[in-house]
């Protein structure tokens, strides 16, 4: 398994930033898949979760209305397009996978308490920084 997190960067406050994940190794269409973001000196906070088709997907309170999950399955791709983005954004952001096909391994209430240890595969990260 490969998740290849990429688009971070630098952005004023308002700004907008679209990530990706490219992924491989596993039949992407069949797993639930997630965003988690790490702040310097912070715990592992959960942003969003998309399930197998990508018609459905759920956002940590503060990510909500501003940021929007989406996936290709035909280019085995997850994206992250976060708009009128916020210093507190500041963030490694990391892309993951679900462990268990089909379905998601949690409810969608517990999924703010997800850490990335309970994924089974997740990517480098992509830098996300938000500062004017």
Do not use: I
């Amino acid at each position: 398994v490969q998740l290849q997190a990429s688009g971070g960067g630098l952005v004023q406050p308002g700004g907008s930033l679209r990530l990706s994940c490219a992924a491989s190794g596993f039949t992407f269409g069949t797993y639930w898949m997630y965003w988690v973001r790490q702040a310097p000196g912070q715990e592992v906070e959960w942003v969003s979760a998309t399930n197998t088709g990508g018609g459905r997907s759920y956002y940590g309170d503060s990510v909500k209305g501003r940021f929007t999950a989406s996936r290709d399955n035909a280019k085995n791709t997850l994206y992250l397009e976060m708009d009128n983005l916020k210093p507190s954004d500041t963030a490694l952001y990391y892309c993951a996978k679900d462990p268990r096909a089909y379905a998601s391994n949690w409810a969608t209430d517990s999924m703010p308490r997800l850490r990335l240890r309970d994924f089974d595969s997740w990517g480098q990260g992509t830098q996300v920084t938000v500062s004017s």
